[in-house]
């Protein structure tokens, strides 16, 4: 799994303005490399694509994995060059036909700020190839694509996922913290539920939304609001939870938090077409349709393997020099730090962030800079490990 | 790797966890909580206590322990049992009587409940007409005497608790034989005392509370004599002989009556206030017991005098010219005396007493009445347990030391053979030799024998010696003169008030290879000790480590430091310190290790970490964790919160205080003020319960959140940290703030030892993105397996590490458990507990499995106790949650807090505060008993 890190290693030791650029379309991969600095016009780029994937009559759109592992969108010269300049070392490059939003799976249905672009920064990379995989199947359903914009640099907050297999008084609603600075910003409180049974109408204890910090992440989203009640946290349901369980459930699932509430306000449900004419009578009931949910609906979206490749991971340094020798460490760009998936530094930063008990002043960069990883979201999620093509567990072409 | 995991061994896999995990709840060790009640069975050697809950227990020769439990959750009042059998009688605060059998089955004694019954009046009539205040067994062994708070005396058969109706002895049928005046002047109110005539079983005594006590005819149903006292009546005894009883009463007196049917109104033959003649307390129990020298024994409760001494819960006891009130610390629930007796003469030989938090038992055989020292009921909880250490298989020789050293220590003890010893235990010979090591809040750490059913007190050890406190030694209750009247002496280990609260221990390590023992405390003390079988005067080595490191705008609020004694002190046979490292600020010493073959020691607190070579005497380095904007944890954990406690326990050792130091008669003013702040406290919290609804907020941990630098667990290993080509000594140290840092170490050759440097260099840093405190850190071999600990493959009794295969590190968190390979360090395998079930790690250990069916096979997995109480089995190396067991109460946060694991998967947990149980797994130790009637 190893051959293309390699190789991208020795090419960045012999040629530092190099940037091995990995395109993709399809199941099909090209290589070919770039100047880091003076990478050439997005026009030109373009043109390059269509010609090294020998892509005739056809329109594109073209996207890249940023070193969080989002994937973002390559249309003009700026975000060209934004993505050239900061890849690191490989820059992943993904083909779309255009149009392809059209053919999203239901699990990512357009909402809010996704209306538009939604194929974009919607979803790590792991999601995305499902996308990819679906794209092919789906050209009859092609529909025309309306192009209101193209953001520059595109990342959601949130979303509403898995509609299609929720009752409709319910929503499943993730929230992305890394892709913001604001804190999740919401409290949980024990409550009442009401629940239709074969009994009849029964009281059981729940959680809810008890208040919303305003600025918060969970406010901004309107997806969420006081009084909703919490069904699920990631998969799991919170019945028969206590409120202090549910708390470190969440706060555990902080980095990728995805919940499962009854609104409190029916009223803006999304109402599926394909239910419309019978299901309306449903929308008191809850229960019932929930817990009938296919196990395997479950496991597709919550499998183990998924949340991982969506998880942040922890960063290791490691340091290698004798304490006396370092004084004072140059503050480095934080740019540079942002390789941190569980493989090493490279060498020159690992020299630069030895560790060093002697020298405080180095401790004290070191802490500042694990803070600034932590508090800019953009060094907080990396590519997982091998990058895609490699996982060969994952991928199902 | 996934693939592998899932894949189908499952069913032999199902089947073998079933051989190596079981659980039970087997041992409860210490005294029982809130003990109520207190019976004694002379021919069976048997004694029985009840609790507040419901429960009882019984305790005969060491080993043989019962225990029973009320399907009420009522309080038992009163236990008796039944003359010559193998019954007691219990009666709860619902007013029920039960019946309890220790029955044989299979050559082994059980305790079940018979029959129970309520004794129930006439329609309509008052409830206390029936509440029963005093029981008698009668020795025909078929009858039971019944008192109630009406005065009417009520006779039961047994075992079928059948009313006998023609037995009553009513009120109105013992006036209708007393004579006018006796009538006139008094009710009789409730029954306070039933006896039965120590030689003709036809005689009964009845003692009502408004002072009249009569004696019954029961065949002819008449009184044969009554006597008539002034005061209002507590209790009466019969003395051997039936020709005298002695009643004590309300006022603090006792009078001696002489029965003899002449007299038509009697006097007291001789009526005393022992603690006169100002207002006494009333004795409200009182023996008189005849010996053959001639002198009786008087013993009694209370009677001190009220304004003075009427806080204090004491015994008196008056042998002719010896008169010794012994002087309890918690208040006295029921005592006895033990005779050999027999028709003439009581001979008593020792007193057992039941305290509210102790076990008390005197020896009045031995000049002096020394203490017995109990071999069971130990009252852990003499001083507030601060945390608790296990250690498995002692080896013989460090037990025999520790022994030696203890016995030292214990020569005030009586040497008499305890007395209560009924029964045999067929338990065999615990297998091996535990050690449990309690550290309190008076900076003493005790030593119990944990290896059997019966935790022992071996040895006490206290550090209290190498500070300097600013409690005077001489302001103790031992500073009582000779002709200090009452003869006050203060008995019993429960002493809840520690003097000064920074000497309280807070962690333990002992190596059990090598004898060293490491012990911190709550105000950034380190020491390390060694065992000496001899007394040794010698300077402790003092040493300071700047956790800070200079680091400027931090102002400490919390306690000072403690003044270490300069110049050489004296420490007797046993754990004697010769290093005391002080962390600065002072803060709470939060995680120690001790690496005994390296002869270093770790010790971290909220501030940062340190290494100190303790064959050198010289600090390695220390380390600050403290988060620049980490204000909290500068000004010392929960100042605030201290505030209060501190003043209420400064109010109570002023109470203590003003106890001890003589006549100062200031308590009243003291407890009231303590009251007072207590009901402050609690309408304060009440107050803010009603303020704030119950609500929780939602928010991921991050890098400015308080205490992140708190170290809480560190880890000595001999891994591969730097590279997979050779393996090097290592210290691995885990935050609050989910950071784990770990150290090369360098540690000279034996040869080089005192003259080259320990060199330690930092090596790696690891930051968990979820951010939850690092609660467990450990290496596996290159077989998955646990490395062992320091000294313990070179004393053969483990196999080497296998250095061979690749290492792994596992990172326990309050939140999922991880493994990263090394020297490389990747995440390899991890189990989110937390975001799985909600449940947070409180405490993690490697315990081995042995299986119960193949003597040999034997499995090392983690065991893990979360915040919901649950006891769980993770495997290694591969993270497969195996077994999870329901264990304690999830509100009882204190038990969890308290529990320890030992090496073989067994738990101990303080169960309510002063109750610690342990509840062993997989080889249970199951034990059979048999009382000796």
């Known amino acids: ?397 | 790797m996934k693939r592998f995991l899932r894949s189908g061994h499952d069913q032999a896999r199902e089947r073998l966890k079933q051989d190596l995990f079981k659980f039970n709840k087997t041992v409860e060790h210490g005294f029982p909580h809130q003990p109520s009640a207190l019976g004694y069975s002379p021919s069976l050697r048997i004694m029985a206590i009840g609790t507040r809950s419901g429960a009882i227990k019984l305790y005969g020769a060491p080993g043989v322990e019962f225990m029973g439990l009320h399907r009420e959750n009522n309080a038992v009042v009163q236990i008796h049992f039944l003359p010559g059998q193998c019954q007691l009688i219990t009666l709860l605060d619902d007013n029920s009587l039960h019946l309890w059998t220790l029955n044989q089955r299979d050559g082994v004694s059980e305790l079940h409940e018979e029959k129970f019954s309520t004794l129930r009046g006439p329609p309509g009539a008052a409830p206390s007409a029936t509440q029963i205040t005093v029981i008698l067994p009668h020795s025909s062994q078929e009858l039971l005497y019944l008192g109630t708070e009406s005065g009417n005396v009520f006779v039961e058969k047994l075992p079928s608790f059948q009313i006998l109706e023609d037995r009553t002895i009513s009120t109105e049928a013992v006036l209708q034989w007393l004579p006018k005046d006796a009538q006139h002047c008094r009710a009789f109110e409730m029954v306070e005392a039933l006896q039965e005539h120590p030689q003709d079983p036809t005689q009964v005594l009845i003692g009502y509370s408004r002072g009249l006590i009569i004696i019954w005819d029961l065949q002819n149903s008449r009184v044969l004599h009554h006597f008539l006292s002034s005061q209002q009546l507590e209790n009466v005894c019969w003395q051997r002989d039936g020709g005298c009883i002695v009643s004590c009463h309300y006022d603090g007196s006792y009078c001696q009556w002489k029965v003899s049917s002449e007299v038509q109104h009697p006097e007291p033959l001789q009526s005393r206030v022992p603690y006169g003649p100002y207002p006494c307390k009333a004795i409200s129990k009182i023996f008189w017991l005849r010996t053959r020298k001639g002198l009786p024994y008087i013993i009694f409760q209370g009677g001190m005098p009220r304004a003075s001494y009427g806080d204090r819960h004491s015994i008196s006891v008056i042998h002719g010219n010896q008169e010794t009130a012994f002087d309890f610390t918690s208040r006295i629930i029921d005592f006895t005396v033990l005779t050999e007796a027999d028709a003439d003469f009581d001979e008593p030989y020792a007193m057992v007493v039941l305290a509210e938090e102790e076990l008390v038992v005197i020896d009045l055989k031995t000049v002096g009445w020394p203490v017995l020292q109990a071999p069971y009921l130990a009252s852990l909880h003499c001083s507030a347990i601060t945390c608790s250490h296990h250690v498995s298989s002692i080896s013989l020789k460090l037990w025999e030391r520790i022994i030696a050293a203890g016995n030292k220590q214990n020569s005030h003890y009586s040497s008499m053979v305890w007395p209560i010893d009924g029964g045999t235990s067929l338990a065999p010979d615990p297998p091996q030799r535990d050690l449990l090591l309690t550290g309190h809040e008076d900076g003493t750490v005790r030593f119990w024998d944990a290896s059997g059913v019966c935790l022992r007190l071996l040895y006490k050890l206290s550090t209290a010696r190498v500070f300097l406190t600013d409690t005077d030694p001489n302001d103790n209750l031992n500073a009582l003169g000779e002709d200090e009247w009452p003869p006050l002496r203060k008995v019993g280990s429960f002493d809840p008030y520690s003097d000064d609260p920074r000497l309280g221990i807070q962690k333990i390590f002992l190596c059990k290879y090598s004898g060293y023992l490491a012990v911190a405390g709550t105000a950034g003390q380190v020491l390390v000790l060694e065992l000496n079988d001899e007394e040794a005067e010698q300077v402790v080595d003092h040493a300071e480590a700047n956790l800070l490191q200079d680091q400027e705008g931090y102002r400490w609020k919390g306690h000072e430091r403690l003044r270490a004694r300069q110049g050489p002190i004296c420490f007797e046979p046993g754990f004697q310190p010769f290093i005391l490292v002080q962390c600065q600020p002072p803060a709470v010493v939060t995680s120690l290790a001790l690496h005994s073959e390296w002869k270093l020691v770790a010790f971290g607190t909220s501030h940062g970490f340190g290494l100190f070579d303790h064959q050198q005497k010289r600090q390695v380095f220390v380390k600050c964790t403290l988060h620049p904007s980490d204000q909290l944890a500068m000004e010392g954990p929960l100042s605030r919160v201290k505030s209060l406690k501190k003043s209420l326990r400064q109010s109570f050792r002023r109470m203590s205080r003003s106890r001890a130091s003589g006549r100062k008669r200031r308590v009243a003013g003291n407890s009231g003020e303590l009251q007072e702040l207590n009901a402050r406290a609690e309408r304060a919290g009440l107050q803010n319960m009603e303020l704030a609804p119950v609500q929780r907020k939602i928010e991921a941990r991050s890098a400015e959140d308080s205490f992140t630098g708190f170290v809480r667990t560190l880890y000595f290993a001999d891994t591969y940290l730097r590279d997979s080509s050779c393996h090097c000594p290592s210290l691995w140290v885990g935050t609050n703030g989910g950071t784990v840092y770990a150290f090369s170490l360098r540690v000279p050759p034996p040869d080089r030892r005192m003259e080259d440097p320990v060199r330690a260099e930092q090596a790696k840093e690891i930051q968990l993105m979820h951010r939850a405190p690092v609660i467990g850190i450990l290496v596996l071999d290159g077989r998955g397996l646990p490395l062992p600990e320091p000294l313990e493959a070179a004393h053969d009794l483990s196999k080497s590490p296998d250095m061979q295969g690749s290492h792994q590190l596992l990172v326990v968190s309050e939140e999922q458990f991880k493994v990263f390979t090394l020297p490389k360090v990747s995440a390899k395998l991890k189990l989110k507990l937390t975001a799985l079930e909600g449940s947070r790690v409180r405490r993690v250990s490697v315990a081995h499995f042995g299986s119960c069916k193949a003597e040999e096979y034997g499995e090392h997995h983690l065991t893990v106790l979360t915040n919901l109480g649950d006891v769980q089995v993770v495997s290694l190396p591969f993270l497969k949650p195996q077994v999870r067991y329901g264990c304690i109460r999830k509100e009882d946060v204190s038990g969890i807090a308290s529990c320890v694991f030992t090496k073989y998967g067994q738990g101990m947990a303080a169960w309510r505060p002063p109750d610690p149980e342990g509840w062993p797994r997989g080889r249970g130790k199951a034990f059979l008993l048999v009382p000796r009637l």
């Open chain 1, 1 to 397: 799994m190893n051959r293309s890190f390699n190789k991208s290693q020795s090419l960045r030791f012999f040629d530092c303005n190099a940037v091995e650029v990995k395109s993709k379309f399809g199941a099909e991969f090209r290589r070919f490399s770039l100047d880091r600095y003076k990478p050439g016009k997005f026009e030109d780029f373009y043109k390059l694509i269509l010609h090294i994937h020998h892509i005739s009559n056809m329109d594109v759109m073209i996207g890249y994995a940023d070193v969080h592992g989002d994937l973002l969108p390559i249309n003009n010269d700026d975000n060209f060059f934004k993505a050239v300049s900061s890849a690191n070392p490989l820059l992943r490059v993904f083909i779309q036909r255009q149009g392809g939003c059209s053919s999203l799976p239901p699990s990512t249905p357009c909402w809010l700020e996704e209306v538009d672009f939604c194929n974009f920064g919607t979803s790590t990379l792991t999601r995305k190839k499902k996308v990819l995989v679906t794209l092919r199947n789906d050209n009859l359903r092609r529909r025309p694509h309306l192009n209101i914009s193209m953001p520059h640099d595109f990342r959601p907050v949130s979303s509403i996922i898995d509609v299609d297999i929720l009752p409709e008084t319910h929503r499943r609603v993730r929230l992305y913290r890394h892709g913001c600075e604001k804190p999740l910003g919401f409290y949980i409180r024990d409550g009442t539920s009401v629940r239709v049974t074969s009994q009849g109408l029964e009281k059981v204890p729940g959680i809810f939304i008890s208040r919303m910090v305003p600025g918060g992440l969970a406010e901004s989203t309107g997806l969420l609001a006081v009084n909703d009640e919490v069904l699920e946290v990631n998969g799991i349901e919170v019945a028969g939870k206590t409120l202090d369980q549910v708390t470190d459930m969440m706060i555990a699932n902080s980095h990728n938090l995805i919940i499962t509430v009854k609104p409190a306000n029916q009223r803006n449900n999304i109402i599926r077409s394909s239910r419309m004419s019978g299901s309306s009578g449903q929308s008191t009931d809850s229960t019932a349709s929930h817990h009938s949910l296919p196990s395997s609906h479950a496991e597709q979206n919550f499998h183990p393997d998924e949340m991982e490749s969506d998880e942040e991971t922890d960063i290791v340094i490691e340091g290698a020099l004798e304490p006396q020798h370092i004084s004072k460490t140059p503050s480095l760009p934080s740019s540079s730090l942002s390789r941190v998936n569980g493989t090493t530094f490279s060498h020159r930063l690992q020299r630069d962030l030895t560790l060093n008990n002697s020298s405080r002043e180095s401790n004290g960069n070191l802490h500042k800079l694990l803070s600034s990883l932590k508090s800019d979201p953009r060094h907080s999620l990396v590519i997982p490990r091998g990058g895609i093509e490699e996982d060969g567990t994952v991928i199902t072409l």
